[in-house]
T-cell receptor, first 113, second 114 residues
Framework: DQQVKQNSPSLSVQEGRISILNCDYT??????FLWYKKYPAEGPTFLIS?????DKNEDGRFTVFLNKSAKHLSLHIVPSQPGDSAVYFC????????????FGTGTRLQVFP | NAGVTQTPKFRILKIGQSMTLQCTQDMNHNYMYWYRQDPGMGLKLIYY???????DKGEVPNGYNVSRSTTEDFPLRLELAAPSQTSVYFC?????????????FGNGTRLTVT
């Protein structure tokens, strides 16, 4: 039972445009959400996070939106750059502890010139 | 500034062989984790440790063992390799257990069991 779902395995966006990566979850007890970015042959690196008490968190070109009623979050990248090409993982937790993080399956983003 | 270092990068094992995946971190983090990532799947937690001498099972611990004798090192042991253990293994660390302290990952070990 996949509690965190990223239904789009891949996404292709032109440089300069907006990239929107989506993530759905089933556990209403999840209260903290993170996005990790992964380049080939490297480990994931933390990108941005959001607590369930917020509906938006912004860090430079990256913004995460949380819709608790829909159990949905999205990552917006504006403007997209070729260096953003990577796999993006959504993760969620319901205990506040890192040992209970549940990861999604990832979305591969390709930003082309 | 090495961060989390995993060795080896690649390994091919025959069914029934054993091996140890090494993980070391130089950030003095108390919390360490082992994840596996299968193709098309998210990362799944195998084992974790909250400090030297303390380990606990994650979501998929069967077929693996760990030890934590020092703060720096957290090796993962496969005793009888099976094809189902073919995966990419990631070690990670964090300074606290809170989600406010994101995980720092190593670059992974790609293991194939044939």
């Amino acid at each position: 039972d996949q509690q965190v779902k990223q239904n789009s395995p891949s996404l292709s966006v032109q440089e300069g445009r907006i990239s929107i990566l989506n993530c759905d979850y089933t556990n209403s007890m999840f209260d903290y959400f993170l996005w990790y970015k992964k380049y080939p042959a490297e480990g994931p690196t933390f990108l941005i996070s959001i607590s369930s008490i917020k509906d938006k968190n912004e860090d430079g070109r990256f913004t995460v939106f949380l819709n608790k009623s829909a159990k949905h979050l999205s990552l917006h990248i504006v403007p997209s750059q070729p260096g953003d090409s990577a796999v993006y993982f959504c993760a969620a937790s319901d205990t506040g502890n890192t040992d209970k993080l549940i990861f999604g399956t990832g979305t591969r983003l390709q930003v082309f010139p | 500034n090495a961060g989390v270092t995993q060795t080896p990068k690649f390994r091919i094992l025959k069914i029934g062989q054993s091996m140890t995946l090494q993980c070391t971190q130089d950030m003095n983090h108390n919390y360490m984790y082992w994840y596996r990532q299968d193709p098309g799947m998210g990362l799944k937690l195998i084992y974790y440790s909250v400090g030297a001498g303390i380990t606990d099972k994650g979501e998929v611990p069967n077929g693996y063992n760990v030890s934590r004798s020092t703060t720096e090192d957290f090796p993962l042991r496969l005793e009888l390799a099976a094809p189902s253990q073919t995966s990419v293994y990631f070690c990670a660390s964090s300074p606290t257990r809170s989600n406010n302290s994101p995980l720092h990952f190593g670059n992974g070990t790609r293991l194939t069991v044939t």
